[in-house]
T-cell receptor
Framework: LAKTTQPISMDSYEGQEVNITCSHN???????ITWYQQFPSQGPRFIIQ???TKVTNEVASLFIPADRKSSTLSLPRVSLSDTAVYYC?????????FGAGTTVTVRA | EAGVTQFPSHSVIEKGQTVTLRCDPI?????LYWYRRVMGKEIKFLLH????????ESGMPNNRFLAERTGGTYSTLKVQPAELEDSGVYFC??????????????FGSGTRLTVV
């Protein structure tokens, strides 16, 4: 399994854009990059997934450079309710491997 | 549609006792997964059901853990006898097909197990 490295924590303010970069240097050809969000006392919630280039949905954007050795999750105009742990995963089958994640704290 | 439901949400038991956790997947989802986060560690895969069959139980820590999914609907995870190191949060997830990881899983809110 490809190992991922992401910052332990990030602070932001309401209305700002938050970008979380994840490194996955040994990503394999068949691997996809997936991000989950987790609030306290809840299970992980799928945010977005991509293979290469850029993916956008109603929640976030995912930027993946051509070499795929890193990826950046972009959360536009965050609010207090976006305070959560964000996990970057490299997946190729049903066995998800969660790391420590990035704790994002949004302040007023 | 109802999400993945787990209960109890919390359980406190004494070392040596038995506890059974239950997961109700989204209706129609053949694939059901158990994960857990023990204290201070990361969320880890435990096992995977397709309908009532165990497809992969490589993540089960030892034979004190028994998972079942009779009838291919809800699943139970029994810990017998429980040890202190079993404390943590147990999550269940489901998907319609085996490639559900491509569109993301729906996780339940988890059962927080505390063994004292």
């Amino acid at each position: 399994l490809a190992k991922t490295t992401q910052p332990i924590s990030m602070d932001s303010y309401e209305g700002q854009e938050v970008n979380i970069t994840c490194s996955h240097n040994n990503i394999a050809t068949n691997d996809y990059i997936t991000w989950y969000q987790q609030f306290p006392s809840q299970g992980p919630r799928f945010i977005i997934q991509g293979y290469k280039t850029k993916v956008t949905n109603e929640v976030a954007s995912l930027f993946i450079p051509a070499d795929r050795k890193s990826s950046t999750l972009s959360l536009p105009r965050v609010s207090l309710s976006d305070t959560a742990v964000y996990y970057c995963l490299v997946v190729f089958d049903y066995k998800l491997s969660f790391g420590a994640g990035t704790t994002v704290t949004v302040r007023a | 549609e109802a999400g993945v439901t787990q209960f109890p949400s919390h359980s406190v038991i004494e070392k040596g006792q038995t506890v059974t956790l239950r997961c109700d997947p989204i209706s129609g989802h053949d694939n059901l997964y158990w994960y857990r986060r023990v204290m201070g560690k990361e969320i880890k895969f435990l096992l995977h059901f397709v309908k009532e069959s165990k497809q992969d139980e490589s993540g089960m820590p030892n034979n004190r853990f028994l998972a079942e999914r009779t009838g291919g609907t809800y699943s139970t995870l029994k810990v017998q006898p429980a040890e202190l190191e079993d404390s943590g949060v147990y999550f269940c997830a489901s998907s319609q097909d085996t490639a559900g990881w491509k569109s993301g899983y729906t996780f339940g809110s988890g059962t927080r197990l505390t063994v004292v």
